[in-house]
Nanobody
Framework: QVQLVESGGGLVQAGDSLRLSCVAS????????MGWFRHAPGMEREFVAR????????NYGDSVKGRFTISRNNAKNTVYLQMNSLEPEDTAVYYC?????????????????WGQGTQVTVSS
């Protein structure tokens, strides 16, 4: 069993930065890929970023490439999402998720454990 707790969301202006954190409990964190997804009202859940267990492989959704960076610290059981140059279109609830294995995919169905989400609101 893995429990995930996100933090770091808030209300910011366009162009600002935020860093989201997700702390995981459970002994298998260091062997699992982790992902970030987001869900805006009236929209489908959207893939944001993922990172393999060893941090050697990452991938990003097209809308955040070049602006967001995912990273992890296995010693702290924490995965991060650094978000720069935020845009109003980034407004959503952001969720971290723990995957079934070490490499990860862009598909939410592959992830077994989810956090409660943290709200990010970007004003224009």
């Amino acid at each position: 069993q893995v429990q995930l707790v996100e933090s770091g969301g808030g209300l910011v202006q366009a162009g600002d930065s935020l860093r989201l954190s997700c702390v995981a409990s459970g002994r298998t964190f260091s062997t699992q890929a982790m992902g970030w997804f987001r869900h805006a009202p009236g929209m489908e859940r959207e893939f944001v970023a993922r990172i393999s267990w060893s941090s050697t492989s990452t991938n990003y959704g097209d809308s955040v490439k070049g602006r967001f960076t995912i990273s992890r610290n296995n010693a702290k059981n924490t995965v991060y999402l650094q978000m720069n140059s935020l845009e109003p279109e980034d407004t959503a609830v952001y969720y971290c998720a723990a995957g079934r294995g070490p490499l990860g995919t862009d598909y939410p169905q592959w992830y077994d454990y989810w956090g409660q989400g943290t709200q990010v609101t970007v004003s224009s």
